[in-house]
């Protein structure tokens, strides 16, 4: 009987043998058709009109207080592999997009109106880059998807004036190192 589990046991693990390495990550070579290199800096301009909303809706952000972290400090994009860099920062981009529409229907001047288009245009080009990788590769685990976690249950557990304090304190931080990473690919420090 003995015999018989050890004929098994080693047949088993001869045919998991030959079905070959299985991959640990997506391929990218699909990313490399994605536009994203451009956003790699945005313009004087663009940032400008970005420094003046923040400016200016700060100064409505009065008594918030929250009880976690939205963007943690220690959250760097390059922990994660190349393939999930864009899915992350499109999920940051959904919420802060939601966000910051839902505060530019209550301010007054459109003072929203050109960093939401911007944001809306870097949004657009990442989900083609994000819908162009293959989806039979692995499913979001460990860092990434507590991140996708943490920011999709946000919107359901804080109060709004702590989103909108979390994404304006964090938007030069997606703007400038997030996207810079993303739009870097491999070459992300």
Same mark, same amino acid.
């Given at each position: +009987?003995?015999? +018989?589990?050890? $004929?098994?046991?080693?047949? *088993? &693990?001869?045919?998991?043998?030959?079905? /070959?390495?299985?991959? =640990?990550?997506?391929?990218? =070579? =699909?990313?490399?058709?994605?536009?994203? &290199?451009?956003?790699?800096?945005?313009?004087?301009?663009? $940032?400008?009109? #970005?420094?003046?909303?923040?400016?200016? @809706?700060?100064?409505?952000?009065?008594?918030?207080?929250?009880?976690?972290?939205?963007?943690?400090?220690?959250?760097?994009?390059?922990? $994660?592999?190349?393939?999930?860099? %864009?899915? *992350? @920062?499109?999920?940051?981009?959904?919420?802060?997009?939601?966000?910051?529409?839902? +505060?530019?229907?209550?301010?007054?001047? &459109?003072?929203?109106?050109?960093?939401?288009?911007?944001?809306?245009?870097?949004?657009?080009?990442?989900?083609?880059?994000?819908?162009?990788? %293959?989806? *039979?590769?692995?499913?979001?685990? /460990?860092?990434?998807?507590?991140?996708?976690?943490?920011?999709?249950?946000?919107?359901?557990?804080?109060?709004? &004036? !702590? @989103?909108?304090?979390?994404?304006?304190?964090? $938007? #030069?931080?997606?703007?400038?190192?997030?996207?810079? !990473?993303?739009?870097? /690919?491999?070459?992300?420090?």
């Amino acid at each position: +009987m003995a015999t +018989m589990w050890v $004929l098994v046991l080693v047949t *088993a &693990g001869l045919s998991l043998a030959r079905a /070959g390495p299985v991959p =640990t990550s997506k391929p990218t =070579t =699909t990313w490399k058709r994605c536009d994203i &290199g451009r956003f790699k800096s945005l313009s004087p301009r663009e $940032l400008e009109a #970005f420094k003046k909303a923040k400016d200016a @809706l700060e100064n409505s952000l009065k008594n918030w207080s929250c009880g976690s972290r939205l963007f943690p400090r220690n959250r760097d994009l390059n922990q $994660l592999q190349v393939w999930e860099r %864009p899915v *992350a @920062l499109e999920a940051e981009l959904a919420l802060t997009l939601k966000v910051l529409e839902t +505060m530019a229907d209550r301010s007054q001047g &459109g003072i929203l109106d050109q960093p939401l288009h911007t944001l809306r245009h870097i949004r657009s080009e990442l989900q083609a880059c994000v819908s162009a990788q %293959p989806t *039979a590769g692995p499913q979001p685990r /460990g860092r990434l998807h507590h991140w996708l976690h943490r920011l999709h249950e946000a919107s359901k557990k804080e109060s709004q &004036g !702590c @989103l909108e304090a979390s994404v304006l304190f964090n $938007l #030069f931080r997606l703007l400038k190192k997030d996207l810079e !990473c993303v739009a870097s /690919g491999d070459l992300c420090v």
